[in-house]
Structure formats: structure tokens, C-alpha cells
């Protein structure tokens, strides 16, 4: 799961209502808000379908025009402000929520309009790289307050012997989305000896924690607002903060996604252009403020940024893959005949044996082989499946 996060007022409802704004050939589909700040948004990529020259029949997702949209959760955190991990505002909310998040999108609001507790002020009056510096500090010193109590009392525990620090840790830390290789890598990355963490200093472990924090919650920035002219500066400068970018104007996508909706636009999430379909029926005040997202932001920056964070935060922070599995590799369906049925969005590094107990228990446990559609050829269970793979899963039947 992803989370939205950031103070009040910089656009993460706007950037969370317009990614899980679905698209309207989804309406018959079961994807609906699952909490008022959880829901379902869209990864995009290409579909296979062209590439195999077949018309596809999605269940587990959607294919409009060749695109493939595949659902993934969203949580809109609540605003964050100064002071957070010691509980001020809505802190333990947000804390609470970002405990779930594996990848996070810091909705920044680039034309500093808003000072650090999100109130309104004069545009560019309120400098945006603060905002991402404070959300860092918020998160470290969380996690510090988590573990601070008990850390001497853990560090002799882990040189004592039975248990390592990491298995120590990975307890300690479960529930926050943070795995034992997040821990293993942070230790590495921070230049810790785990094996004698009793020397390591408070400073040390602030260290350590502060890796981790990169590592268990990567985070791209959203660069939102960028309507407003003082953004596209703050953007540039945000860049050279060691974090991917993306400019975002999460209003227009939202404007576009319900144009969409009312069928008044050809658009799909991610698109850099769109359609007008019935120009005779909006009115003059909605013409012009369609005309404005075309070529103030579509033809300027590409795209509204929406999609292409969700993007980005599933294909680069979490470095997922999609794979498409179907039961007869010939036909590319599954067993009632639908092609191409279902997308899985899986981290890079599965493997084929993976991917059938991702499907199903029973597939994984009677796994014989898996045939790979592209060259119809057999590979074996631990083979690493690459992005856009299609698999058949060749199994035993278990007997009863
Ligand atoms: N100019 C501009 N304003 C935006 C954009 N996205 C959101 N806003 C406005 O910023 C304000 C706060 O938005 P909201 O999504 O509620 O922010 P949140 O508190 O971070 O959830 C609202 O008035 C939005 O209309 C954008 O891309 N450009
Ligand atoms: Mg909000």
C-alpha cells in the first residue's frame, strides 16, 4: 500500500479523490473506497494484449484501448504538522496510518502558498524543502521514541546470543511494514556493526533509524500546485534533494477525471492530452477551463503528475513488476475462456514457484512448471519472472 502524506493544505485528498476516481468502464467492478481515506487506485501500463494481437477480457483490472489500469491501494494520511511523533495535532493518526504504508508520496506543495502547518499564506512566501526536511525528522523520531526505551536493554539482549539484532528488531518493529531485509540493509547502509550494537552511540542509532526510514518507507516527492507560477522554481530546487520529483497538479487530473465521468472528455489517467466529445453541451466557463489544463499543464509538463507518481511509486520505490497469468498458454486465457484475465503486480525478484502461491496455496505447493507464454517455453520454479512475463503455472493435481 501507498501513502499519501504531508501537512495539512498541500492537495493529498485532491491527489488521493483523483487517483481513485475510477475510470467509468470500472463501475461494474467491486473496487469501491474501502474508508473515507483508503481506496483504490490504478497503476498504468502497456497491455500485452497488442503485442499478442488479442482482444482481452480483464477481471482483476481494466484494458481500455490497449492501457492496462490495475488496481492498488491508497491511504490518505492525515495532514502531519511539526511535533507529530510527540502527538501534537493529529499525529497519532498519521503515525497510525504511515504504520501500513510500504511506499510513500509526499504530496509538497511547490508554490509555497502554505507555511509549515499548512496555513495559507502568499505564494513562494513559505519554502517547500522545509516541508520535506520536517516530514523526514517526524518519521526518524518516531521510530526513535518506538525503540529508544527498550534499545539498551535489546542491544545486550542481541550480544548476548540466541537472537540476532535483526530478529530482535523485525519483533520489535512489526506492524510498521518495516521486514528484516529493510533492517538487514538500513545496518549495512549506515556503516552499524549489528553485532555490537551495545557501542553504538545515540547518535548511531538516530543514524541507523534514519536509514531505515529510507529503506522501509521509501518516498518520492509529489511537486503539487504547479498551476501556480512560484512552483516551477521550488521545483528545480526540490530536485536536488536525492528524491524523484514529479510535478503535480492534482486539481486539474481530479477536473479531468470528472469530465471523464460525465463523458464530456476522452481521457485515461496518465494521458497527455484528451478529447473534447460534446463541446455543444458545456458551457463557455467549462470550455476555457478545459482549455487551460491542456496548455498550461498537459502541453507543458506532460501530464497532471497524478498518474505517474502512483506510477513511480509502485515501479521504482517498490520496484514491482506486472505478470499476467493464464491457464492455456495457446489461447492466453484462463479456464472459461477469458484472455488475458488478470495483471499481478509483484516485486521484482519473484519467482515462478512464487507466483503460483500468490495465486493459490494449492498451485505453489503442486507447482511442477511454469511455461512462459512469449516463447512457449518451460522454465523452472526458480526462475525470476521479468515485467509484463505471461505464465502458465503447470501443477499436480493434489489428491484428495
Ligand atoms: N492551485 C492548486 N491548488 C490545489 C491543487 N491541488 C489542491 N489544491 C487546493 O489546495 C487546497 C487543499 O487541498 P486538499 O486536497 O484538501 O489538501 P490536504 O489538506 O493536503 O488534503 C484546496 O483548496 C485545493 O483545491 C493544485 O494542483 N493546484
Ligand atoms: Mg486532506
Known amino acids: 500500500m501507498v501513502g499519501i502524506v504531508g501537512k495539512p493544505n498541500t492537495g493529498k485528498s485532491t491527489f488521493f479523490c483523483a487517483s481513485t476516481l475510477a475510470p467509468a468502464e470500472i463501475a461494474n467492478y467491486p473496487f469501491t473506497t474501502i474508508k473515507p481515506n483508503r481506496g483504490i487506485g490504478y497503476i498504468r501500463t502497456p497491455c500485452v494484449c497488442k503485442e ?5 477480457n480483464p477481471k482483476n483490472s481494466l484494458c481500455l484501448n490497449g492501457t492496462r489500469l490495475i488496481p492498488v491501494e491508497l491511504i490518505d494520511c492525515a495532514g502531519l504538522v511539526p511535533g507529530a511523533w510527540q502527538g501534537r495535532g493529529l499525529g497519532n493518526q498519521f503515525l497510525d496510518e504511515i504504520r501500513k504504508a510500504d511506499a510513500l508520496v509526499h504530496v509538497v506543495d511547490a508554490a509555497g502558498a502554505t ?7 502568499k505564494p513562494g512566501a513559505h519554502d517547500p ?5 520536517f516530514l523526514e525528522v517526524e518519521i526518524t523520531m518516531w521510530l526513535a521514541q518506538i525503540l529508544k526505551r527498550d534499545w539498551p536493554k535489546l542491544a545486550k539482549t542481541a550480544e548476548s546470543g540466541t537472537t540476532d539484532l535483526y530478529a530482535l528488531l523485525e519483533e520489535r518493529l512489526s506492524g510498521l511494514s518495516i521486514k528484516r531485509g529493510h533492517i538487514f540493509e538500513a545496518a549495512r547502509k549506515a556503516g552499524l556493526n549489528a553485532e555490537k550494537p551495545t557501542a553504538w552511540s545515540e547518535d548511531d542509532l538516530i543514524k541507523f533509524l534514519d536509514t531505515l526510514r529510507r529503506v522501509a518507507k521509501p518516498m518520492l516527492i509529489a511537486g503539487n500546485k504547479i498551476d501556480l507560477e512560484t512552483a516551477e522554481q521550488n521545483i528545480e530546487r526540490l530536485k536536488t ?9 492534482a486539481e486539474a487530473e ?12 476522452d481521457y485515461k489517467p496518465g494521458d497527455c492530452n484528451f478529447n473534447t466529445l460534446k463541446p455543444e453541451g458545456l458551457t463557455e466557463a467549462q470550455k476555457n477551463a478545459l482549455q487551460i489544463i491542456k496548455e498550461k499543464i498537459l502541453q507543458k509538463f506532460g501530464t497532471t503528475g497524478v498518474q505517474e507518481a502512483i506510477n513511480t511509486a509502485y515501479f521504482k520505490l517498490l520496484n514491482m513488476i506486472v505478470v499476467y497469468p493464464v491457464e492455456d498458454v495457446e489461447k492466453l486465457a484462463d479456464h472459461k475462456g477469458n484472455v488475458l ?3 499481478y503486480v509483484v516485486p521484482y525478484g519473484t519467482t515462478a514457484r512464487q507466483l503460483a502461491y500468490i495465486i493459490h496455496t494449492e498451485l505453489g505447493e503442486c507447482f511442477i512448471c511454469a511455461i ?3 516463447g512457449k517455453r518451460r522454465i523452472g520454479e526458480n526462475q525470476v519472472l521479468k515485467d509484463r512475463d505471461v505464465i502458465s503455472i503447470v501443477s499436480a493435481k493434489k489428491r484428495a
Open 52 to 56: 499478442f494481437n488479442v482482444k482481452d
Open 115 to 121: 507555511d509549515s502547518e499548512g496555513k495559507l499564506v
Open 129 to 133: 524543502l522545509e516541508d520535506v526536511r
Open 241 to 249: 534533494l536525492n528524491y524523484q520529483v514529479i510535478s503535480c497538479c
Open 254 to 265: 481530479l477536473a479531468l477525471r470528472r469530465a471523464t465521468e460525465k463523458g464530456w472528455i
Open 341 to 343: 484475465p488478470d495483471a
Open 372 to 374: 512462459d507464454a512469449r
